[in-house]
């Protein structure tokens, strides 16, 4: 029987390749909304291709200190014209430039009050896009009886792997690094895979190659045809055994 496997990710707008890749290669995401909102992360901002190098576009948020992501408010509308206007100037002349802004605009348009419901309609927009279909997407506030007084994260995340009939976590290097108990994992009798991002250059808009940038850069570039090859390739999972 095919193991279930369970990812959980906080909401980033303008998600990178791994991000989506990850949602492609799992049976269940979690978007832990409920977590700090990180100001200097990149729950509101992530990178393009210029002619220098890497821009950084980025949502201004209102007093997002101390609060959680599901509770930031966008401020104002403004930076989605700019964010428009810096695409238009800088990938007109991508391949598939006109096919992502068929579906990007309309989504930066759309007058969301919270990054969160922003971030939930980029990821969807782009997953469509690709022609990635997740059945079973969660938010975390779902699981809020089953983690009820559990203080230790590590722990949380088990609760609710286990919540949702997972057989396996799938997760990122840096949690692995940091955070996270690896060991509650196997005491709760689940499996631990780790995301191995081994990025390989695609032609991009300008000279050079930039890794690590928004994912909209290589669709654009690339098309969904093209992007999800270079996903499969890019991104693959080891399991954790200490």
Same mark, same amino acid.
């Given at each position: 029987?095919?193991?279930?496997?369970?990812?959980?990710h906080?909401?980033?707008?303008?998600?990178?390749?791994?991000?989506?890749a990850?949602? #492609?290669?799992?049976?269940?995401?979690?978007?832990?909304?409920?977590v700090?909102?990180?100001?200097k992360?990149?729950?509101r901002?992530?990178?393009?291709?210029?002619?220098?190098?890497?821009?950084?576009?980025?949502?201004? %948020?209102?007093?997002?200190?101390?609060?959680?992501?599901d509770?930031v408010?966008?401020?104002?509308?403004?930076?989605?014209d &700019?964010?428009?206007?810096?695409?238009?100037?800088?990938?007109?002349?991508?391949?598939?430039?006109g096919? +992502?802004?068929a579906?990007?605009?309309p @989504?930066?348009?759309?007058?969301?009050?919270?990054?969160?419901?922003? &971030?939930?309609?980029? @990821?969807?927009?782009s997953?469509t896009?690709?022609?990635i279909?997740?059945?079973?997407?969660?938010r975390?506030?779902e699981?809020?009886? *089953?983690?009820?007084? @559990?203080?230790?994260?590590?722990?949380?995340?088990?609760?609710?792997v286990?919540?949702?009939?997972?057989? *396996?976590?799938r997760?990122g290097?840096?949690?692995?690094?940091?955070?996270?108990?690896?060991?509650?994992f196997?005491d709760?009798?689940?499996?631990?895979? &780790?995301?191995?991002?081994?990025?390989e250059?695609?032609e991009? %808009?300008?000279p050079?190659?930039e890794?690590?940038?928004? #994912?909209v850069?290589?669709?654009?570039?690339?098309?969904?045809?093209?992007t &999800?090859?270079?996903?499969?390739? %890019?991104?693959?999972?080891? +399991?954790?055994?200490?």
């Amino acid at each position: 029987m095919p193991q279930r496997i369970v990812a959980m990710h906080q909401p980033f707008a303008y998600p990178w390749l791994g991000y989506l890749a990850k949602i #492609a290669d799992s049976d269940v995401l979690i978007y832990l909304e409920q977590v700090q909102f990180q100001v200097k992360g990149y729950m509101r901002r992530n990178y393009a291709r210029g002619p220098q190098g890497r821009m950084l576009l980025s949502i201004p %948020c209102e007093k997002p200190h101390w609060t959680s992501v599901d509770q930031v408010r966008i401020a104002g509308r403004q930076w989605a014209d &700019v964010h428009k206007k810096t695409f238009e100037t800088y990938y007109a002349r991508a391949p598939y430039f006109g096919e +992502v802004c068929a579906w990007l605009f309309p @989504v930066l348009d759309e007058p969301f009050d919270l990054l969160a419901d922003l &971030v939930y309609a980029m @990821v969807d927009a782009s997953l469509t896009y690709l022609g990635i279909e997740t059945e079973h997407m969660h938010r975390q506030a779902e699981f809020a009886e *089953v983690t009820a007084g @559990v203080e230790n994260p590590t722990e949380r995340l088990v609760k609710i792997v286990q919540a949702v009939g997972g057989d *396996v976590y799938r997760t990122g290097r840096l949690a692995i690094d940091t955070y996270m108990e690896k060991e509650r994992f196997a005491d709760a009798g689940l499996g631990l895979d &780790v995301q191995v991002a081994r990025p390989e250059p695609y032609e991009q %808009c300008f000279p050079g190659f930039e890794p690590n940038l928004m #994912a909209v850069d290589a669709m654009m570039c690339l098309g969904p045809i093209c992007t &999800v090859d270079y996903m499969r390739r %890019c991104f693959t999972y080891e +399991v954790w055994n200490g």
